[in-house]
């Protein structure tokens, strides 16, 4: 496609179910991210995926959040037993790769745990 | 340590107004340096980049940006502030020591008032 698409746009759930957000980076673009935005703050790093190389999952912040990237190309981040604190904007980017290279961004999920 | 930071939360300025904002930045190896814009509602969209050479970055919008290594800043400047330029803009800093992942500041509101 044209650019990083993530669906759904919106997700309401609540709280202790499990979701997933699904992102499609732009063809060819080896590196892939996962950010979160909640109301009125900055980005907070979540995972990074470049190539074949283990994710880095340094930003997760805590072992009911995961994700996947399968074949390189699309991306799945998981919230298991989703708290309220989960809320927020989750935003995918992804890039060709290197350090020089910027990052294209999705327009986000926002989900919503009530 | 913090690698990016954007001391001011919010910038005002009159239409027609030379506006900066302000990015320092803290990195162990050479900087990859990025400022992006989000507009109300919308996705962040990159705005320039500084990977090597002019100090100076020219990129969308009318926007450039001063690479300074004494000061470790990267600071966005517009000669001519539009309303149109209100937004929330975040620099953000690729640390080539601690991977290839971007990081982001806090972010910076700008108000442009007619």
């Known amino acids: 496609g044209a650019g990083v698409s993530q669906s759904p746009s919106n997700k309401v759930t609540e709280k202790g179910k499990d979701v997933e957000l699904r992102c499609d980076p732009i063809s060819g673009h080896t590196a892939l991210y996962w950010y979160r935005q909640s109301l009125g703050q900055g980005l907070e790093f979540l995972i990074y995926?470049?190539?074949?190389?283990?994710?880095?999952k340094s930003g997760l912040p805590s072992d009911r959040f995961s994700a996947e990237r399968t074949g390189g190309s699309v991306s799945t981040l998981t919230i298991q037993r989703t708290q309220q604190e989960d809320s927020a904007v989750y935003l995918c980017?992804?890039?060709?790769?290197?350090?020089?290279?910027?990052?294209?961004f999705g327009q986000g999920t926002r989900l919503t745990v009530v | 340590a913090q690698s990016v930071a954007q001391p001011e939360d919010q910038v005002n300025v009159a239409e027609g107004n030379p506006l900066t904002v302000k990015c320092t930045y803290s990195?162990?190896?050479?900087?990859?340096l990025f400022w992006y814009v989000q507009y109300p509602n919308r996705g962040l969209q990159f705005l320039l980049k500084y990977i090597t050479g002019d100090n100076l970055v020219k990129g969308s919008y009318g926007f450039e940006a001063e690479f300074n290594k004494s000061q470790t800043s990267f600071h966005l400047k517009k000669p001519s502030a539009l309303v149109s330029d209100s937004a929330l803009y975040f620099c953000?800093?690729?640390?080539?020591?601690?991977?290839?992942?971007?990081?982001f500041g806090t972010g910076t509101r700008l108000q442009v008032f007619p």
């Open positions: 990195v162990s190896g050479n900087p990859y």
């Open positions: 980017a992804s890039s060709l790769g290197g350090w020089n290279t910027e990052a294209f």
């Open positions: 995926f470049q190539g074949n190389s283990a994710p880095d």
């Open positions: 953000a800093v690729r640390d080539v020591l601690l991977g290839d992942k971007l990081i």
